[in-house]
């Protein structure tokens, strides 16, 4: 859960509030710099063509303050940081038809287990606030290799064991982190598919600068 203003100011007074992407002193009721959040505001979405999406959205290339924000949140437990990339996520899918649901990517069990939360439930969560629709946690994942560090071709020939556990919605907004050779993101689709989903659209907060952006 993000830590509430009230406490984040009550806290300032024995520890000086830090920007979470350099660490520059910054205002209790921020978690990034002016210059940060600058930086961020600035970025462009970029669309992406995946297998069995009909459209995929990343919100910024994963490098600079994305990637600390990133790094912060899914490394650093803050989970502060995904109400602000939830924002940058919603402002890229933005407007959106009523009816959706923001389905988030499944975490594996064992690292759910080892973080004790989920950095695409957090973001799923802020963008259904932002765009005003529910969250559909249908999908589940099994336990398999680690995405990060993998090559593309081990990421693609062996993708994320997903399937569902409840309904799929008839328009699903499928919400990650990061965006690197999109096989996550199909396999979710796939699943969602085979479940009768007749729309689905992909959105992560960050790509990797490896993956083919088809425009802006």
Do not use: N, W
């Not at 490394?75 to 502060?80: D, L, S």
């Not at 969560?125 to 005003?132: D, P, S, T, Y």
């Amino acid at each position: 859960m993000s830590v509430p203003i009230s406490l984040r100011s009550a806290l300032a007074l024995l520890v000086p509030p830090r920007c979470a992407a350099c660490a520059a002193p910054c205002s209790a009721a921020e978690v990034l710099c002016a210059l940060c959040e600058a930086s961020l505001g600035a970025c462009r979405a970029t669309r992406l063509a995946l297998p069995g999406l009909d459209l995929t959205l990343a919100a910024a290339g994963y490098e600079g303050v994305a990637r600390e924000v990133v790094r912060g949140l899914k490394f650093g437990a803050r989970t502060e940081l995904a109400a602000r990339a939830g924002q940058a996520i919603a402002r890229a899918l933005a407007p959106v038809p009523a009816g959706g649901r923001v389905v988030p990517v499944p975490p594996a069990p064992s690292r759910y287990r080892r973080r004790g939360f989920d950095p695409a439930d957090e973001l799923a969560v802020a963008v259904a606030a932002e765009l005003g629709l529910p969250v559909a946690r249908c999908l589940a994942r099994s336990d398999g290799p680690r995405q990060v560090g993998r090559r593309r071709r081990e990421r693609t020939h062996d993708p994320p064991r997903v399937s569902l556990r409840t309904p799929a919605p008839e328009l699903a907004f499928v919400v990650d982190d990061v965006l690197t050779t999109g096989a996550t993101l199909a396999a979710c689709a796939r699943a969602l598919r085979s479940g009768g989903s007749g729309s689905v659209i992909g959105a992560a907060f960050a790509r990797s600068l490896g993956a083919g952006a088809i425009g802006a």
